[in-house]
């Protein structure tokens, strides 16, 4: 395909078409409806920039204190002990269990991190109409949307944990107020990248940032 056919290329909007947010068909602008679903219809919800933003700066902010302050609380024999996610990966390292550990690491740390490093990354590039290949945009999106749910696995882990050992009655363990933190993080950046209006993109950026995808 050439780049001038590239550069000509022809937005829905500009022939008087829009998609459905709800069923995804492709329905006249002028419509207020869908015919199919009845869902309101809308060509661009520019609000879902301002929206983004404010859930992902929201969970950028609660990741501190969702490292910082325990988020297990264990009682055995009325000794209390508590474990951060760090201490938690670091007891499993040292206990020889560093398979697990590497899955927690990337699962806690690693994976709500690159979210928001990726969202942070999408959002200025609508926002600021960064010089970024639309292509690659979109595939790191994906890759977002894709791995976001495996950020819930330390929860997971915690709540299995916590149902084992307290049916075993060997010992008293709870969640601590990082978990309530954590899993706030993992909300709001799944909402971040839901709520986001991803045609948007395609408005903002110049064609030309995509000619060297194409052959």
């Not at 909007?13 to 409806?33: Q, Y």
């Not at 309101?40 to 992902?56: E, F, G, M, N, T």
């Not at 055995?76 to 002990?81: L, S």
């Not at 590497?102 to 926002?127: D, M, N, Q, R």
Request: aromatic share 6%; hydrophobic share 50%.
């Amino acid at each position: 395909m050439s780049n001038s056919h590239n550069e000509h290329a022809t937005l829905g909007k500009d022939i008087g078409l829009t998609l459905c947010p709800t069923c995804h068909k492709v329905t006249c602008c002028k419509s207020a409806n869908c015919s199919r679903c009845d869902a309101p219809l809308i060509v661009r919800d520019y609000a879902s920039v301002q929206k983004s933003w404010a859930l992902l700066i929201t969970a950028a902010i609660l990741l501190i204190p969702a490292n910082i302050y325990p988020i297990t609380t264990l009682t055995n024999q009325g000794r209390v002990t508590q474990d951060t996610i760090f201490s938690g990966i670091a007891h499993l390292v040292k206990t020889d269990m560093i398979p697990i550990a590497i899955i927690l690491f990337t699962a806690s740390i690693l994976v709500p991190i690159l979210k928001i490093v990726g969202l942070t990354i999408y959002l200025s590039a609508i926002t600021f109409k960064l010089p970024i290949s639309k292509k690659k945009l979109m595939t790191g999106f994906h890759i977002i949307e894709w791995i976001g749910r495996w950020s819930m696995l330390d929860l997971f882990v915690i709540s299995l944990t916590v149902a084992v050992v307290n049916m075993g009655q060997l010992l008293d363990a709870k969640p601590a107020p990082a978990a309530t933190a954590f899993a706030l993080v993992i909300l709001l950046t799944q909402l971040a990248a839901k709520v986001i209006d991803t045609r948007l993109l395609w408005d903002r950026l110049e064609a030309k940032d995509d000619s060297s995808t194409n052959a």
